[in-house]
């Protein structure tokens, strides 16, 4: 089972990114999705999930508004589209399948994880 990340990148602050998130060797359309970030010295923390059939989403709080989680259950993926991005959002992002259909902010409910893709917001 594989979660492979995309889309990272470096941007100006107040532009935008959209990851991507695939996942192989097993579907995960009765699973929630969601994403991690983690800076640098900081811990991994909660960005936004979404339940297996996007009918619930949550989001944190410095990202609501800004971000968008979605997925498309036929590919087998998972996105986050992340506009008005600032220097803070730096980060390595991670996505993650969740051990039940329902989104959770908390990383523990997720089984499986991506590697990660690097974010870089310049002021």
């Known amino acids: 089972v594989q979660l492979q990340a995309s889309g990272g990148g470096l941007v100006q602050a107040g532009g935008s990114l959209r990851l991507s998130c695939t996942a192989s060797g097993r579907t995960f359309s009765n699973n929630a999705m969601g994403w991690f970030r983690q800076a640098p010295g900081k811990e991994r923390e909660f960005v936004a999930a979404i339940s297996w059939n996007g009918g619930m989403t949550y989001y944190a709080d410095s990202v609501k508004g800004r971000f968008t989680i979605s997925r498309d259950n036929a590919k087998n993926t998972v996105y986050l589209q992340m506009n008005s991005l600032k220097p803070e959002d730096t980060a390595v992002y991670y996505c993650?399948?969740?051990?039940?259909?329902?989104?959770?902010?908390?990383?523990?409910?997720?089984?499986?994880w991506g590697q990660g893709t690097q974010v870089t917001v310049s002021s």
């Open positions: 993650a399948a969740g051990r039940s259909s329902a989104a959770s902010a908390d990383q523990y409910q997720y089984r499986y």
